[in-house]
């Protein structure tokens, strides 16, 4: 593949910190777009300054002119490459996924010297394809006090690629670039109450769902139950749908709805559903790899079954029989299991 892979990272000066040191899903943003270029030819950095970025394994391209902002990086990308194109991505796009790179590249040809992704009202100049033939376009616009990327794009010749003609959707364009958008990225905030069964989960959850309630935050609940379960009042006109065969039913109203699908869904599909609420409470999934509050209750165990590095915290109504690495709160401190949460999570 005669491609290689460059990620931009600026000064973050509306963030206030690294935006490539921000974390999504236990990654950071630029783990997690060094994990998704790692099979588009060499991936390398470009950056103001080298803020130890040394622990990812990647070559580190020190802006000379940092003042000139993307199109510097742009420039000593080209100039370092061994290959004709660039993959140019700017960090703070952290849902950019190989396979839109592989998509992009399709469209290289001899009749443009630039490819870049666009929707029907924005252009994004740093996630696109760049050729070695727009360095002397650059390099002049450089010298001559030009460093608005929409110029560039104009004087050379692009292909402008909507992202809406294709199979990924806009989000995988989204950029981060205030810490309000980082807060609303986070959202919902995801986590498991986990335990064994009887040790109080459904009782704890139903408390949090109050406690969170009153800070002014919208929480959506998941229950995992390991075994077939009834989900509609037996003699209903939707249980008897359903009961006749039905794939689907569903029922509305003015104030809510229900639908009951006759097959498994994932949790993450479930989770899709949820993503207008602030936090997301699953119940159960205990080997599950999200954050955890494991309860545990006497009567029915004094140790914990869940792996120690994903909890936050354990509420117990018991001594526990070994130690652990997380704060253990009473089973009954619904505050105190609360401002852990907020403390570990928000």
């Known amino acids: 593949m005669n491609l ?10 509306r963030m206030g910190r690294d935006k490539a040191l921000l974390m999504l899903n236990q990654q950071t943003f630029l783990g997690r777009l060094v994990q998704e270029l790692s099979g588009c030819g060499e991936v390398f950095l470009s950056a103001v300054s080298d803020r130890g970025y040394s622990g990812y394994g ?9 003042k000139v902002g993307p199109m510097e990086g742009i420039r000593h990308s080209l100039q370092y490459a061994g290959t004709d194109y ?3 991505c700017a960090v703070d796009m952290p849902f950019v996924r190989r396979e839109m790179v592989l998509y992009l590249s399709g469209y290289i040809s001899s009749d443009y010297d630039a490819w870049v992704f666009c929707e029907k009202d924005r252009i994004h100049p740093l996630c696109g394809i760049y050729s070695k033939a727009v360095l002397p376009v650059i390099q002049e616009m450089i010298e001559n006090g030009r460093y608005r990327m929409t110029q560039l794009l104009a004087a050379v010749r692009t292909k402008y690629v909507e992202i809406e003609n294709s199979c990924f959707g806009k989000e995988t364009l989204r950029n ?7 807060q609303s990225l986070l959202r919902p905030v995801i986590f498991c109450v986990s335990g064994v069964k009887n040790s109080g989960k459904t009782g704890l959850v139903e408390r949090l769902i109050h406690a969170f309630s009153d800070k002014g935050m919208s ?10 379960f009834e989900c509609d009042v037996e003699g209903t006109d939707s249980d008897r ?5 039905a794939m689907a039913t569903a029922v509305f109203s003015d104030s809510q709805s229900f639908l009951r699908i006759r097959r498994q869904m994932a949790v993450e599909d479930l989770i899709r559903q949820m993503k207008d609420v602030d936090v997301i409470m699953i119940e ?17 165990s004094n140790h914990c079954v869940c792996d120690g590095s994903t909890l936050v915290c354990v509420a117990a109504d018991t001594p526990l029989s070994e130690s652990v690495p997380c704060p253990v709160l009473s089973l009954d401190d619904t505050e105190g299991i609360l401002s852990c949460l907020m403390k570990s999570l928000f």
């Open 4 to 13: 290689s892979s460059a990620i931009l990272i600026g000064r973050s000066t």
């Open 58 to 66: 990647l070559k580190v391209l020190t802006d000379e002119n940092p």
């Open 86 to 88: 660039v993959f140019i």
């Open 176 to 182: 981060i670039n205030t810490p309000q958008e980082y």
């Open 219 to 228: 929480v959506g609940v998941i229950k995992h139950d390991g075994h077939s």
């Open 241 to 245: 749908f359903y009961r006749a065969g």
């Open 284 to 300: 159960g999934m205990k080997n599950s790899s999200w954050p955890k509050v494991e309860v545990i209750r006497g009567a029915v």
